[in-house]
């Protein structure tokens, strides 16, 4: 835990909810630690816990027990406001606030100058021109890429990506994986990204976790485990029998 | 002055006849909501006008805060009945119509305007309590749907390290002017499109006009800020009801929505 290399970890991480009166595990007992400036992509079936897991770390939901410990500190240490300029999320389908561009840049963080805002608008490969296009102009792949410089403008050490691109076309979702891989290579981030596609995740090039049913099942080189998984759930999922 | 009697008053109730009668003329299915409401209307203004004769003839302060609760109570009732699966919306609709009444006519009383009897403060708070209900309510419902069918854009809000308060602003906004709605319209086109109750009471039972619309003034004065206070209120308790202490949006699987 003292490691300065590691930016973030879980330990027996658990969320439960109760549902028509029946009480579930939808994250279970997770424990891991994330490294600076490393890129993690979860994978698993529908269901598998994938984004309530990134929801705890960002404390949109509370976990039932277990532990989070960020920068060397636990969770509840830190007003939830503070931490989740932080922890960054990005959701699944992007969200703008009424206004233009700038405007989604400046609700994040007020006291930013113009030439902050190009460089927040560079760094998610927004076209300086469209800085004060109405949100209701832009594509999904421009809407998802200014929700990423929105979020890069609390200058956060770690981003979730909640399937980023499952709402986006090809082009669009190559774009954003570049966009990912150049703002950890630039800004030393650790980006934690939930993924449907095991392509991606091999795409993506860092380290994978296998969620199923709530619970780590496997951990360790993204490739490896999409291509060789070393348990048996892992190679049911490797195989399409886990849907 | 007309002098009116109870005949007078059977003899308006030919008037709900017409109306029954025209009803089943035309086949709109009211006669019985009719019949019983008239009915009903009757017993209840009878039973208020003798409890009122009770009160303004005792002239006792407790009495008046008796009365006060109750149509509060009454009030809150009504207004938590319309504002559907929020927790704590009858104590909400009990603060806020309470707060409302008590800053406006507390403010009355502060200023000189009125004096603190039975005559001026049982028809004021019913005046004041009547339209904080339906501005609690309308705000309330207005503020709980905005926040259900905004949820995605409030917790983005929050996920970027913004409060609820801050995450809910805009909704706020138009949760309150809806709530308030009524009496900013009805300053706009009071003694234009229509007289309103209280100046027409008094009109009709024989006061100059010009002090029929002083007192009308004041009592537009009275509720706006009522509503106010109540619109705003309402807001506070409700939104919080939406929100953990940790900024964190609740939603239908906590019972809230």
Known sequence: ?243 | MIELGFTQVFLAYLLVALAIGLSLWWKIPVQKDMALGSVRAFVQLIAVGYALKYIFELESAWLIHLAMLIMTLVGAQAASSKVKKVRRSFVIAFVSIAAGSAVTIGALLLLQIITFEARYAIPLAGMIIGNSMNASALTANRICSDIRGHAPVIEAALALGKSWRTACLPFQKEAATTGMLSMLNFFKTVGIVALPGAMTGMILAGAEPLKAVLLQIVVGCMLLAAVTVTSIVTLELTVRQFFTPHHQLVTDRDGCS
């Open chain 1, 1 to 243: 835990m003292n490691d300065n290399n590691i930016i973030l970890s879980v330990s027996h991480l658990t969320r439960k909810v109760t549902v028509e009166g029946s009480t579930k595990a939808i994250v279970n007992e997770i424990s891991f630690e994330f490294k600076r400036g490393g890129i993690y992509t979860i994978l698993g079936p529908s269901g598998a816990g994938k984004s309530s897991f990134l929801r705890l770390i960002n404390r949109l939901d509370e976990p039932t027990s277990g532990e989070i410990v960020f920068d060397g500190k636990d969770y509840r240490e830190y007003a939830p406001t503070v931490l989740r300029q932080q922890v960054g999320y990005l959701f699944q389908t992007p969200i703008m606030f009424p206004g233009t561009v700038k405007d989604n840049i400046l609700y994040a963080q007020g006291r930013l100058d113009e030439a902050r805002v190009d460089q927040l608008l560079a760094a998610a490969s927004v076209k300086p021109g469209m800085k004060d296009q109405r949100d209701d102009k832009l594509s999904g792949g421009e809407k998802q890429r200014v929700a990423l410089a929105r979020l890069l403008a609390t200058e956060p050490s770690v981003v979730l990506l909640d399937e980023p691109t499952s709402a986006l076309d090809p082009t669009y979702t190559e774009m954003i994986e570049k966009v990912i891989r150049k703002i950890v290579a630039e800004q030393g981030l650790t980006a934690i990204m939930v993924s449907h596609s095991p392509d991606q995740a091999v795409r993506m090039n860092g380290v994978g976790l296998l969620l199923v049913e709530g619970r780590l099942v496997e951990s360790g080189p993204t490739k490896e485990l999409v291509e060789n998984p070393r348990t048996d759930l892992g190679r049911r999922y490797r195989d399409k029998e886990l849907t």
